[in-house]
């Protein structure tokens, strides 16, 4: 990952009130050698839909006029242990506490975990997702809000092979409330 | 007196300086000077409209390039956000299908 995007827009910060707060997570930037930010607001998003285009930027701009706000801080470090996985715990504990969010998978790993929460929604789609994601050395917490189908959200980055995770009508797997590997927490 | 005495004394007549009246010239003076001044003030105006209308197009059109800028930023946000929201689902997606999961459906917690 060459990318270096570290993008503070000022309107970032005028989040609609359900933006979870991420500012716990921008400590962890600072030993990071790659790093990830995103902040969209609904003003953004609205540019986003805007934008027009055929195929993949009208399935974009069809996703954006969905979603309200878009959270991400990813970070890759040179080695295990430059950051704070405890931090990075207590904040999805702290989502957790909050009860606006269920968790539907959480994987625990011996040197990390991976866990994705979502939001209530209606009309059969999430209100929000968040993935919390600690590895020895990448950290990543996206977070989407809106009521959004998630098939929208793979089809712009569906990668060949991989069992489809979505809203689809076939229940193979329902977990409730939710669904936990072989390493569970 | 002959016909041509009166002719002469009409000719006369007619050939006589006659003083202007008084303030004729500041009075020619003046209203061409108005004349000039109010073609002034006409290009005076229309080279400000032109100037309003260019800033005003141009304000407009940085407006546009702004918005447009910002729009492309927020796309490529958008993209990169996408992308990795797509790696960690591929990667619990993985992890779940080694251990027989194939799909999860969300809408057990929409309402």
Same mark, same amino acid.
């Given at each position: 990952m060459k990318r270096l995007w570290v993008i503070w827009p000022?309107?970032? %910060?005028?989040? %609609?009130?359900? +933006?979870? !707060?991420?500012s716990v997570l !921008? /400590? %962890? +930037? #600072? /030993?990071? $050698?790659e790093s990830a930010v995103v902040n969209l607001g609904p003003e953004q998003l609205s540019l986003v839909a805007g934008l027009g285009g055929k195929g993949g930027a009208e399935k974009l701009g069809d996703l954006a006029k969905e979603l309200r706000a878009v959270q991400v801080r990813s970070f890759e470090y040179d080695? @295990? #242990?430059?950051? !704070?996985?405890e931090l990075v715990r207590s904040f999805r504990d702290k989502v957790k506490a909050s009860g606006e969010w269920t968790s539907v998978v959480s994987v625990k790993e011996k040197d990390g975990f991976t866990e994705i929460l979502v939001k209530k929604g209606t009309q059969g789609k999430p209100g929000g997702l968040l993935i919390v994601a600690a590895e020895p050395k990448e950290v990543s917490v996206v977070h989407v809000e809106g009521l959004f189908d998630l098939s929208a959200l793979r089809g712009l980055g569906v990668l060949p092979g991989v069992p489809s995770l979505g +809203? #689809? @009508? $076939? /229940?193979e797997a329902a977990p409730s409330p939710a669904p936990k590997s072989g390493k569970q927490e | 007196m002959t016909e041509w005495d009166n002719f002469e004394d009409h000719l006369r007549a007619s050939l006589r300086r006659v003083e202007a009246p008084a303030g004729l010239q500041e009075r020619i003076l003046h209203a061409a000077r108005l004349r000039r001044l109010r073609r002034q003030l006409w290009l005076r105006a229309a080279a400000v409209l032109l100037l309003v209308i260019s800033a005003a197009a141009y304000g407009v059109f940085w407006r546009l390039q702004v918005r447009a800028r910002q729009a492309e930023q927020a796309r490529r946000q958008l993209e990169l956000a996408i992308q990795i929201t797509n790696r960690r689902l591929s990667q619990v997606e993985q992890q779940l299908s080694s251990i027989g999961v194939k799909t999860i459906r969300f809408e057990e917690v929409s309402q």
């Open positions: 000022a309107t970032a %910060l005028a989040l %609609l009130a359900q +933006a979870i !707060d991420f !921008d /400590k %962890l +930037a #600072g /030993k990071a $050698k080695a @295990p #242990g430059m950051y !704070d996985m +809203a #689809g @009508p $076939k /229940k | -």
